[in-house]
């Protein structure tokens, strides 16, 4: 019950004691049928006040005079008192912390008080009829008030796991995203320092000169994309559904590979297209992260790879040399979140790495339409 409903409530229930009260004393003076018709709304105006749920037991206790006190004085007021025991009732069977066992008990004894105020004033069995359907009104109301909060608090509980789950999805694409950014960078600058002291230790000034400065580009270019993760952080931009073109992305990274001085081959088959940007981010990050393990554990082996554009996916497949003294990547962040990455597009994708016959061999396959990799036929 809202602030508001509830001093509402309680203003009506105010002037219903006012109404009823002075109604029955103006027409048969102080009785005890007027006192007990009162005390009947003073509980309907104490379980108002004590709807909180740490006033529990007392709000019972409330509602139960409320209902006890009207039914015994409904035959003798003819029906007036029966306002306290409607809301008396609907109040017990409308509170989720309320059993409806005890809202059941209390209607059973405001029965039995309204068979032993019909002995002291008799009424018609007509009467009696239209006031048990009046507790039965009581009782309907509030399961159907008890079934609507319930319903509330579900789609309230509903909402705040789908606002979870879609931080916490947002978080592990951004985690995936500094990880790629900052593994793709820093890979590339350790091998260009490791080359500029051995171009050092071999008196060639020049060449670690200019290793040195593509050092320094993949740093700004590694610094550049790290901000934009922080910006996205803060501030998400809205996501983009326009295709894209993925092929000029991988050109460039093939090209920053061999520019540090590894060794790769691209080779495409299929006809090249815009695909939907989340694909096309999925397949720039595969190829990032694949050619970053590639430095990283096999730094001058041959990477090749290889893109198959079909008519409903397309095929990724990066492969590098091994050799005794290069190791094959772990299970890291990095393919975990290509897996995760890929297995998040709309028409699903897949991921695989592992050594086949002295390769690393990395495969991915990315839907593009509702029947892709990972999703049932219709």
Partial sequence: MTERNRWLSLSIAALAAIGIGGTLIVLDGVTWVSIVAVLGIVGWIAATLLWEPRWRVPFIVAAAVAVVAGCLTATATGGLSLVPVVVGILLLFGRGDVRMSIGVGVTLAGVAALAIGGLVAPMPGWGLVVIAGWLLVGVLAGINRRAMRSAQADAADRREQESRLREEQRRVALARDLHDVLAHSLGGLTVQLD??????????????????????????????????????LRAPAP???????????????????RSLGERVDLTVTGSAR??????????????????????????????GVSL?????????????????????????????????????????GDVDAREVDGFFVVTARAGLEANGPGRASA
């Fill in 195 to 232: 080359a500029v002291d051995a171009l050092l230790e071999a008196g060639h000034i020049d060449q670690a000169r200019e290793r040195v400065r593509k050092a320094r580009v993949l740093a700004g270019q590694g610094l550049a994309d790290a901000r934009g993760a922080v910006a996205a």
């Fill in 274 to 303: 815009p695909v939907p940007a989340a694909v096309a981010s999925a397949l720039l990050r595969a190829v990032q992260e694949s050619l970053s393990n590639a430095r990283r554990h096999a730094p001058g082996a041959h990477t």
């Fill in 308 to 348: 198959h554009w079909g008519a409903d996916e397309i095929g990724l497949r990066v492969a590098n040399d091994l050799t005794s003294e290069h190791a094959a990547p772990g299970g890291g962040y990095g393919l975990r979140g290509m897996r995760e990455r890929f297995a998040a597009l709309p028409f699903g």
């Fill in 239 to 257: 996501s983009s559904d326009e295709p894209t073109d993925p092929m000029p992305g991988i050109d460039d990274l093939i090209a920053a590979h």
